[in-house]
């Protein structure tokens, strides 16, 4: 069994700042995340795929209230949620997302379902979710995804928008982030014991958010990607940036036609294209040979990663 098969999680990279967490936040924090590094760990340690090891992984991220994905997604401004998912195999560059729905329990289910039992890649709204319905994935009231945090957090944003706004325009961009603003995807990747790669993500998006709007978690090449011959890339952050960037599968390209390591090519990813647009967040990034990257220009990113092997998870918050 090759001992470099690992799994690397985040829970987004909109933290509370280190000011506001109290000890017992951050330990809850810590704990959701080592538990669900070991959950995928296990996987591979059995010889599982790197896409069921991702897709095990989500479903746990999702699942947990404290990351906006699934139950306890951020709301959109019109106090709805909208959540969008991918998966990508980075053995047969086979993609599936999808975007924009609000009945699907588990957005990244329906994303694989999508890969694995359509012809297209992306399948939106009321469609995404007839596909999803006929295939008999569990459907929800929308309700399901609400928590109170959330719907506070929903509250403070649209009551100080122009502030929100000023502070989401400033020039440092290890600014901690606003609260009311916060964003929080999730997402894994992983590589397995058979030498492959995969990419899951998975978003409630951006409190108050436009309906409608879709960001980079669901789009390929944005922010997910996978490709066993380079690199397999789940991002977060403010989502508008990371598609014009097109920074997941600017990792990859850096790899294969720059000939740029896992590291080099992330940092250069986070810290130069996606500064220089003012795009705030980060990723997590796994390449063929295990080398996992955590690259982030926010006060924090919630992250983890696990070797198959290893005794204990290893996770962070802040830099
Ligand atoms: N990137 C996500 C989006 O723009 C938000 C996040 O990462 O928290 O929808």
Excluded: W
């Excluded at 995928?40 to 699942?63: F, H, I, Y």
């Excluded at 404290?66 to 980075?90: C, I, P, Y």
């Excluded at 502070?167 to 894994?188: I, N, Q």
């Excluded at 967040?281 to 919630?302: K, R």
């Amino acid at each position: 069994m090759s001992p470099k098969a690992t799994i690397a999680i985040h829970g987004g990279a909109g933290t509370l700042s280190r000011n506001n967490i109290s000890p017992a936040q951050e330990a809850a924090y810590h704990e959701a995340l080592a538990a669900i590094l070991r959950a995928g760990q296990q996987v591979l340690a059995e010889g599982g795929t790197a896409l069921d090891a991702v897709s095990v992984a989500v479903d746990l991220l999702e699942d947990c209230p404290l990351f906006n994905a699934g139950h306890g997604a951020v709301f959109t401004s019109a106090e709805t949620h909208e959540l969008d998912a991918a998966v990508m195999d980075g053995a047969t560059l086979k993609a599936g997302a999808i975007a924009c729905v609000s009945h699907i329990k588990r957005p990244l289910r329906a994303a694989r379902a999508v890969m694995e039992h359509s012809e297209h890649v992306l399948l939106v709204g009321a469609g995404a979710e007839a596909f999803a319905k006929g295939l008999g994935l569990e459907m929800v009231s929308p309700d399901y995804f609400s928590t109170v945090a959330r719907r506070e957090q929903l509250h403070r944003a649209q009551a100080s928008s122009v502030t929100v706004l000023d502070h989401d325009g400033a020039a440092d961009s290890a600014a901690p982030l606003d609260e009311s603003r916060k964003f929080g995807t999730v997402g894994a990747v992983a590589l397995d014991t058979h030498g492959n790669l995969a990419a899951a993500t998975s978003t409630g998006g951006m409190t108050n958010k436009r309906p409608g709007r879709v960001g980079d978690s669901p789009l390929i090449g944005a922010g997910t990607y996978a490709d066993n011959r380079t690199a397999a890339v789940s991002c977060t952050g403010t989502g508008e940036m990371f598609i014009r960037a097109a920074t997941a599968y600017e990792l990859c390209a850096r790899m294969a036609y720059g000939g740029q390591s896992l590291e080099a090519a992330a940092e250069a990813a986070v810290m130069q294209s996606l500064s220089a647009i003012a795009g705030r967040g980060g990723l997590i990034a796994v390449d063929a040979q295990g080398h996992v990257s955590l690259p982030f220009n926010t006060e924090g990113m919630y992250r983890g990663q696990m070797r198959v092997g290893d005794a204990e998870p290893q996770t962070a918050i802040f830099r």
